[in-house]
């Protein structure tokens, strides 16, 4: 007899699938494979008790404070530990009880849905400017254009091209000079055809850049306001764009001046909801969110939202990440922005195992071939 532990993190179907298992026993037992860990806020306290039963009577359980038996306070905080399996069972049952969990039901239901995306796109920044944090980075005319060929050939999917930094207490900038900048690259890209081999998309949120953007072949508009300017939903509904909502708490000029949030999961999970309904409101179709790493964050709240992606993707839409060589790499290790590489590949890698499926990176080729490897192991 051979006895092998094996990673929680294998593809547990392929090798249920090896076994000869039969194919309905194949989903049963892969549902039995993966934990979720879900926090529930301000439960009332009836409900908790309840819950707690039920979640034991199938192998589940919930961890609640001293003293909820005794129903000491109204409300209390609790984490449910179950399978998938046991979320499915525990969705059905809690349905037909009181104190909230009917609604609680409908939020397990949508936790229990195989989420993960079956497509992983990178996104390569090319910015027109000359403040970007990052100098290689900067690009004007034709050199933007050859940096954008090189990033194609090294597997890029989506090119964001940028005329206005956003970084920390940034410069303002006109409308006009913003399109100035960007329109000699937008120019040559429509000249060349290049979006008949990868998508573009501008990263703007003034009417007039995404007008001219958008009427050149440019099919994604990212805006890190999230839909802020009705003008912006309406042009993106005419063109039929794909829109980015991005979470941002303040403005480029005050986001980094002492950010706070109770629960960043759920404010940003509440805003990114709005905006959605905004979209669609427009009849703007193709909706893709950005939690905002290092938009009016700090190093917890980033480092929170990556590791809990996951929550994100029951809305339901793709989920972007660019943490591409930013400065709460800094706040880890110490490294400038010409030596923060590595820390971004594993924050981006860990996005993606969490539920992203757009990086918007720097370095292509890197990304690329780390996608590589990291579909070669999720493969065995």
Known sequence: MIVEKLSSSIDIKRYLKELNVDGGGVSILASKAKVHIIRIKNLNVGGANILKQDALSIGADLAVPRGTVLAKTPFVDTLLIATTSQLKTLARKELAQPFGLKELAHK??????????????????????????????????????????????????????????SRPNADSVSARQELQRVKPIIDLIKVKKLYDKVKFSIDSYEPSVIEYALSSGFSIVNDITGLQ????????????????????????????????????????????????????????????????????????????????????????????????????????????????????????????????????????????????????????
């Open 108 to 165: 397990l239901g949508e936790f229990v849905k195989d989420l993960k995306p079956s497509k992983i796109d990178v996104m390569g920044i090319i910015n027109a400017n000359d403040d970007s944090f990052f100098s290689g980075s900067r690009f004007v005319n034709n050199d933007a254009l050859h940096k954008i060929e090189r990033m194609i050939e090294e597997g890029a999917t989506i090119i964001d091209i940028g005329g206005v930094s």
């Open 229 to 380: 300017n009705d003008e912006v939903c309406e042009l993106c509904a005419k063109h039929k764009a794909t829109v980015i909502i991005m979470h941002m708490q303040g403005g480029p000029q005050s986001m980094q001046d002492n950010p706070f949030y109770k629960d960043v999961l759920s404010e940003v999970y509440t805003f990114l909801q709005e905006r959605i309904k905004k979209a669609q409101s427009f009849g703007i179709d193709g909706i893709v969110v950005d939690v905002g790493i290092g938009f009016g964050k700090r190093l917890e709240d980033n480092l929170s939202l990556i590791k809990n992606l996951e929550h994100f993707t029951t809305l339901g839409k793709p989920i972007l990440i660019g943490a591409s060589r930013k400065s709460m790499i800094n706040s880890i290790i110490e490294a400038e922005v010409e030596d923060r590489l590595s820390g971004t590949l594993a924050i981006h890698l860990e996005a993606l195992r969490n539920g992203a499926s757009i990086v918007r990176v720097h370095d292509v080729k890197e990304h690329v071939q780390a996608l590589k490897v990291q579909n070669a192991l999720d493969m065995v």
